[in-house]
């Protein structure tokens, strides 16, 4: 009997095909990946290859020309070089710009200096940057090179220069400030856009004579603008900064203040905290853009949304007022108070409490001589004969001012005092400033201090934490002055945070907005972070403040409705202050009048 024998063959799961094509995509697309970035590389690295080529083709075209016609098209010096132009090559479409400067060397003397050279356009730099927006991951590329005359210099005593300068809301030069300058009566016109150097300075030497011709402007990305303006415009004939004038021989210094943008984010609210819409009013700067009469570079009507919300970019630091033209509703109050200094990147909120339009509303803002804030908890009372109707301004502000009582003090009872510190803070040198301490004439690189629990009364809405001064000295580095923040229900615990919220930042620009996440706690906390980075100087800071307000009722500030017209007698006290005693003709259906206190 013949017996067959049968052996089983096993083949793949299913499970193992699906693992088998995964391993096989991933050595696919690893391989796909690696090929892709080799692409790219190389293709990189060739754009790079023909834009240099590009811009030394551009350059030879420069030093090939005749030395008077080494110049662009609308500049100074003007010459054949087109200032901006596309060109293909490798099939890429750059874009190439090209800027010629005239160069006074300080060899033979500068113009303006000593001695004074009446024939400053020396040599020529010649400066080509290529550009290529459809390229992928390029790198802008630039080269320049210096031209000069085989003999005499080409310059005309007959020119001038103008020199122009950018600085900060701080007065510091501001590096690679976009300058733009025209010159409409030249023909052909004048037209350069050039950056300034590391002085904030654009230098224009061996310029055409004019009297205000040049139109100048000076601006950088996130920056505000500054420029000349045309005098004898209706609705500006005599601006503060005229069009330049140019005069032969001499130099012309044209300076322009840029920074930053900030922001308003502004609430309409009753005092109940209910956003109201579209509440009208006028928001107005001091800056001035023109005298005789004064024009404003700042002033707008502007109007809550339905939502009783506005936000406002692009503002420039300045120091605002607000008037209202809303047609329903007054306004009782703000938060804080106007006016208002708002500082370059600086994110301010407003609350403006408003009410129901009554007849002849009188608001009345106490604030503290010394400091300038709201004060809480005085008693202002209005006068008619022998009534009169007294109202408490809402809870405001605390500041601390003085250091020099030491450490120890949980809760703040004597405001001389804090809670601990490193050691390496001077609270007492002089009085009323905080600095860090010196050791043999040289100052320790950083230190920190807490404050005492300063106890608001009741849980309220934390709402700008401010320090003076607002600006230290360039050479102890930026932030230089921190601060973090914490609040809490009992005094018991402390979680300190910066304006996001975290303790991964910071407080650094006066009037910071305090985090909303520290509101309805009735204890507040500081802590104070110097840092220096040189050992020759200090940052200092003072008088430390933040405001405060228990809801929607305004910091200083009480309202007055349904008054009758004629004069009243207005008092205003408060323990520790003189009594502030005026009288105020009621007349208006809306006004306000400023109280000052001093402390005794």
């Not at 809405?461 to 601060?483: A, E, M, R, Y």
């Not at 309805?520 to 906390?525: D, E």
Request: proline content about 5%; aromatic content about 8%; charged content about 15%.
């Amino acid at each position: 009997m013949n017996l067959i024998n049968f052996k089983n063959s096993r083949g793949f799961t299913f499970v193992e095909v699906l693992v088998s094509i995964s391993i096989f995509l991933i050595v696919c697309l690893t391989i796909y990946g690696v090929f892709v970035s080799i692409l790219s590389l190389v293709s990189a690295s060739r754009l790079k290859s023909v834009a240099a080529a590009l811009a030394n083709e551009q350059i030879e075209i420069a030093r090939n020309l005749p030395y008077a016609n080494v110049g662009t098209l609308t500049g100074i010096p003007h010459g054949l070089l087109s200032p901006s132009q596309t060109l293909v090559r490798g099939g890429a479409e750059f874009i190439v710009t090209t800027i010629v400067r005239n160069i006074d060397d300080s060899f033979d003397g500068t113009i303006g200096g000593a001695p004074n050279d009446l024939v400053p356009a020396d040599y020529k730099l010649v400066d080509v940057t290529i550009e290529c927006s459809n390229c992928k991951n390029f790198v802008p590329f630039s080269l320049s090179t210096f031209v000069a005359p085989k003999n005499l210099e080409f310059s005309s005593a007959n020119n001038g220069a103008l020199f122009v300068k950018v600085f900060d809301a701080n007065g510091q030069p501001i590096t690679g400030a976009l300058v733009h300058l025209e010159n409409n009566t030249e023909t052909p016109a004048i037209i350069i856009d050039d950056v300034t150097g590391i002085d904030g300075t654009l230098q224009l030497v061996d310029v055409p004579p004019g009297t205000e011709v040049y139109e100048v402007s000076a601006t950088k990305s996130g920056y505000t603008t500054d420029q000349t303006r045309d005098p004898g415009v209706s609705g500006n004939p005599n601006p503060t900064i005229p069009h330049s004038t140019v005069a032969a021989e001499q130099v012309t210094a044209l300076s322009l203040f840029i920074d930053r943008f900030s922001s308003f984010s502004f609430s309409s609210v009753t005092d109940q905290c209910t956003l109201v819409p579209d509440m009208d009013f006028t928001l107005s700067g001091t800056r001035l853009i023109g005298t005789d009469p004064d024009v404003l570079k700042y002033s707008q009507n502007l109007e809550t949304s339905v939502g009783g919300l506005l936000s406002l970019s692009n503002i420039e630091w300045d120091t605002y007022s607000l008037s209202f033209i809303d047609a329903n509703y007054d306004v009782i109050g703000t938060n804080p108070l106007f006016p208002l200094a708002i500082a370059p990147t600086a994110t301010q909120n407003v609350q403006l409490i408003v009410a129901p339009k009554a007849p002849r509303t009188l608001i009345v803002i106490v604030k503290d001589t010394t400091t300038g804030l709201p004060v809480s908890g005085a008693s202002v009372s209005l006068g008619n004969g022998a009534a009169s109707t007294t109202l408490v301004t809402g809870l405001g502000s605390i500041a601390q001012t003085d250091w020099s009582g030491g450490d120890g003090e949980a809760t703040s009872t004597d405001t001389t005092r804090f809670w601990n510190s490193d050691g390496n803070i001077d609270t007492n040198n002089p009085s009323g400033v905080l600095s860090l301490i010196s050791n043999a004439g040289e100052y320790v690189s950083s230190g920190e201090l807490v404050s005492s629990a300063f106890d608001t009364g009741s849980a309220s809405n934390f709402h700008t934490f401010s320090w003076q001064p607002q600006s230290q000295l360039p050479d102890v580095g930026d932030d230089s002055v921190k601060f973090q923040a914490a609040t809490s229900d009992d005094g018991g615990v402390w979680d300190y945070s910066g304006p996001d919220g975290t303790s991964a930042t910071y407080y650094t620009l006066a009037d910071s907005n305090i985090n909303l996440a520290q509101n309805g706690k009735r204890y507040f906390r500081y802590k104070l972070f110097l840092s220096t980075a040189t050992t020759t100087q200090t940052p200092t800071v003072s008088d430390i403040a933040f405001t405060f307000t228990s809801a929607c009722v305004p910091p200083g500030q009480v309202a007055f409705t349904n008054l009758s017209s004629g004069n009243r007698g207005l008092s205003v006290e408060k323990s520790g202050y003189q009594t502030a005693e005026t009288s105020v003709s009621v007349a208006n259906d809306w006004q306000n009048i400023d109280i000052l206190l001093s402390p005794l």
